[in-house]
């Protein structure tokens, strides 16, 4: 079965860092872009950072832009999203997603599998 599963997210604070890694099965990632979505309590999901699969380039909201590093790794069927000089704001539900008939990168409909999100909070 086609699953993503994502690992990593907890409690840091702020200015601190965090590394969340999302491992698909059931298909290879090769080929398919990936993204990083988050998700506070009362708002809709929004696109974080992908990577497009046409040419391995990577694109980052403004909010994380300089801060967070999306990467892949294919021979591990695996992505991460590096999180570093987080601020209370980044708090929220991380989830990772791939598709093979993504767009504009940062829309959630684009995307064809979901992990089930973990949790990041950013407290002192």
């Known amino acids: 079965q086609v699953q993503l599963v994502e690992s990593g997210g907890g409690s840091v604070q702020p200015g601190g860092s965090l590394r969340l890694s999302c491992v698909a099965s059931?298909?290879?990632?090769?080929?398919?872009?990936i993204g990083w979505f988050r998700q506070a309590p009362g708002n809709e999901r929004v696109g974080v950072s992908f990577i497009d699969s046409s040419d391995e380039s990577a694109y980052y909201r403004d909010f994380v832009e300089g801060r967070f590093t999306i990467s892949r790794d294919n021979a591990k069927n695996t992505f991460h999203l590096q999180m570093n000089n987080v601020n209370p704001e980044d708090t929220a539900v991380y989830y990772c997603?791939?598709?093979?008939?993504?767009?504009?990168?940062?829309?959630?409909?684009?995307?064809?599998?979901w992990g089930q999100g973990t949790q990041v909070t950013v407290s002192s």
């Open positions: 059931g298909f290879s990632l090769d080929g398919y872009d």
């Open positions: 997603a791939a598709g093979n008939t993504v767009i504009s990168g940062f829309l959630w409909n684009e995307y064809d599998y």
